[in-house]
């Protein structure tokens, strides 16, 4: 039979699961929706260790939440804070193409789920011979007994699978270096060789209102620099004027004329 | 019951399996820890006995930190505040919680918020499973001095550092600044990376051992503390625990130099204070697992552990054999902090993913080679040695071939460092011309300037019986003579 704990830990903690679930689905920003999965994760884990089944639990949480998530958020972060996903479908058809997959799916699921035998006896029976082994063997020897026992070839073929994986994802994703790379006392070298901003780039200004990376350094004439600002910022759009500031060193020309004259 | 029919199957298709599995010792993983005297409110008691060890062991650690630090630079270090400056930090922490909370406009309000309360709980969790103690008497319940112990308690740590990662991450994501941004990703990769590290070199450990659960851990430490056999894992150990506390020299995640504060530079008042108590916790912790994986644990130091029948080895008295041995972790990160430079972080990555992953697996294959040995797997006979020890041979044997490939690796390795450096060291010329480039080059010590031979009013004359060059110049407007003697330094 289910102990109190466990019901009230389940009651607790599956509703929390199914809203998080949802929150996968319908989260606007790609971060809330990984963070969603990473608490389903986490919950999932915590029912394995309250069925008896502690290192299939904790290493739920260990390699799922704690290594694969955080991959998928360490790509996400990338994206940007104010990225949100793009409607345009990029594959035709893919919508409809996913819609059966998704009505099949939900089919087969339905199907095993529904038929399944709820047999208490049985299940209890399961119970028992777990926690007997775990008590007797321990659960990480009962675990280990079986996987380098019977399920040995499983075992290393699966393994075999994901090494070939992960060596494909390396072949796919590694580009030859045409040329050796440069490095910082080659680039030193250069700069000086070429004899153009010998000196570094000229750095953005710094006024009393003003430090900031968009604002560009004004030139003896007061102009902007180009070269003072960074490119991605003026990709953007988001290089500040220098207007104001131009504005303020002309009034103070005309105050000094003025003053000079009187 | 049909485990034992399928381990029996198993051996019946493999002879050698089945001497495998009989040779196994008896189920030892499961916890030595008894808790079945322990009520729920005593568990909870012990939970907030914890929760408030730890804290009250955070303000006395920044004082701590701040007055060795002082005292490596030369300096008092904090000394106001209540005795020695002891309040120093709790002033501190007061004045932090009344200050100012920004959130940026930015931000992602929910998860900015989540962040640091992320960071602070996880740091706290993992401290349940450490056992603090042996067993004492509380309120008339004979109880370990620990909180709880699972059969997979280590690995549960390692879960609990990695969800704790997240608070870094997600601070870093959520603050909606460039700065931050560029410390979350350094930090994922960097934790992610030392954490391999740090789990593959506690697996020796529980080969040693035979279980992940920390109270089995100590109690098999009572003859020996795994600092001698598994010295390598200790030595991966401590670096990578600096490495996973984001501690100098490998605090890349908040490097001042290149990130201003890197993910926590947008916090202030009590957020970012939990992100600094969470930052101290972790050390806490981690210094903490040290101490049971390699130290004993609880147990007392080997001498006093003698005196009287094992008189201070046990009950109250493993409080302060653990706090001991916790706070000589500590002295060692204030002291990195306080003598290292921080390192770069392609170095560092690549020290972490090409020599200390690698060669922490092959310690551990070497490990499982010598306990397989020890357990009787290659043979069983043994031999004496001085007359004294007796001695496997087979532990023996693969003890020396692990120490032959060890030593002839390093040789190899050495020998190719040198000449790899040989290589690299190009020694200048003797002579150079320091206008060859177009721009004046002063010459390096010991190195001569070339004869300028149809020049006018440049002269070089080398003194005799001296190495030194003598630039001898006569300016054409004075008239007079402007020696300069250029020495040499190397």
């Known amino acids: 039979m289910t102990s109190t704990a466990e019901a009230v830990g389940f009651w607790l903690l599956a509703p929390l699961a199914v809203v998080a679930s949802l929150g996968l689905l319908f989260a606007r920003k790609a971060v809330h929706a990984a963070m969603s999965i990473a608490l389903v994760m986490i919950i999932i884990g915590i029912f394995y260790i309250m069925q008896k089944a502690d290192f299939l639990g904790v290493v739920q949480v260990f390699v799922y939440t704690g290594a694969v998530m955080m991959l998928f958020l360490f790509v996400l972060m990338l994206v940007g804070v104010d990225s949100s996903d793009s409607i345009v479908e990029t594959i035709k058809g893919q919508r409809w193409a996913s819609l059966v997959l998704v009505v099949g799916l939900a089919g087969v699921l339905l199907s095993t789920i529904g038929s399944a035998v709820f047999d208490e006896q049985k299940v209890q029976a399961g119970l028992d011979k777990l926690v007997a082994t775990n008590t007797e063997t321990g659960n990480i020897t009962g675990m280990a007994e079986l996987i380098f026992g019977p399920y040995v070839w499983i075992f290393e073929v699966t393994s075999a699978l994901l090494i070939t994986a992960a060596l494909g994802a390396m072949v796919l994703a590694h580009r030859e270096r045409l040329s050796p790379k440069v490095t910082q006392a080659q680039w030193a070298a250069r700069r000086i060789k070429d004899n153009k901003n010998v000196a570094g780039l000229p750095a953005p200004g710094v006024y009393a209102r003003h430090n900031a990376v968009d604002t560009p350094a004004l030139l003896p004439d007061g102009s902007p620099s180009d070269l003072s600002v960074s490119r991605v910022l003026v990709a953007r759009d988001q290089v500040a004027t220098t207007d104001g500031i131009r504005d303020v060193e002309r009034h103070l020309e005309r105050e000094i004329e003025e003053g000079s004259a009187r | 019951m049909s485990l034992h029919l399928l381990v029996d199957q198993a051996m019946t298709a493999h002879p050698a399996a089945s001497a495998l599995v009989t040779a196994l010792p008896a189920a030892t993983e499961n916890p030595s820890a008894d808790f079945s005297d322990t009520p ?416 006018p009013g440049t002269l070089i004359e080398t003194a005799p019986g001296s190495k030194e060059p003598v630039l001898s110049g006569s300016s054409s407007t004075g008239g007079g003579t402007t020696v300069v003697k250029e020495e040499t330094h190397g």
């Open chain 2, 40 to 455: 729920w409110w005593l568990a909870l008691l012990k939970a907030v006995a914890v929760f408030v060890y730890l804290l009250v062991s955070t303000l006395l650690v920044i004082w701590f930190e701040r007055r060795v630090i002082g005292r490596m630079q030369q300096r008092p270090g904090p000394n106001r505040n209540g005795p020695f400056g002891l309040l120093q930090t709790l002033a501190d922490g007061a004045k932090s919680m009344l200050k100012e909370d920004i959130t940026p406009d930015k931000a992602d309000k929910l998860i900015y918020t989540l962040a640091p309360l992320i960071t602070a709980t996880m740091a706290f969790v993992a401290f349940s499973i450490i056992p603090l103690g042996g067993t004492v008497s509380i309120f008339g319940h004979t109880t370990p001095l620990q909180v709880t112990d699972v059969p997979v308690s280590v690995l549960l740590v390692l879960a609990v550092a990695s969800v704790g990662i997240y608070g870094v991450v997600l601070a870093g994501w959520s603050s909606g600044s460039t700065y931050p941004l560029l410390g979350g990703l350094r930090a994922t990769a960097q934790m992610i990376s030392y954490e391999i590290a740090m789990g593959l070199s506690l697996v020796a450990i529980f080969l040693y051992s035979g279980s992940m659960s920390t109270s089995q851990i100590v109690a098999a430490q009572s003859s020996l503390w795994y600092i001698a056999p598994a010295f390598f894992s200790f030595a991966v150990y401590v670096i990578t625990m600096v490495g996973e506390t984001n501690r100098l020299p490998f605090d890349l995640a908040e490097g001042e130099g290149e990130l201003t504060g890197g993910f926590h530079t947008e916090y202030s008042s009590m957020r970012f204070a939990m992100f600094f108590l969470g930052e101290y916790v972790n050390m806490f912790t981690v210094s903490a697992l040290a101490t049971t994986m390699f130290l004993g644990g609880w147990k007392a130091p080997p001498f006093i552990a003698a005196i009287n029948d094992g008189m201070f080895n046990g009950g109250w008295w493993g409080l302060l054999w653990f706090t001991g041995k916790m706070w000589s972790f500590l002295f060692v990160f204030v002291w990195l902090r306080g003598s290292l430079p921080r390192t770069r972080y392609d170095q560092f990555m690549r020290f972490g993913w090409k020599f200390l992953i690698p060669i922490t697996l092959a310690w551990v294959v070497a490990v499982a080679f010598i306990r397989g040995a020890q357990l009787g797997f290659l043979g069983d006979s043994r031999i004496q040695l001085f007359g004294r020890f007796e001695i496997g041979v087979a532990t023996l044997t693969i003890v020396g071939v692990v120490a032959v490939i060890a030593l002839a690796g390093a040789w190899i390795w050495d020998d190719k460092r040198a000449a790899r450096l040989e290589a690299a060291d190009v020694a200048p010329p003797d002579e150079i011309d320091p206008f060859a480039g177009g721009y004046p080059v002063p010459p390096l010590p010991g190195q001569r300037l070339r004869e300028p031979g149809s020049q």
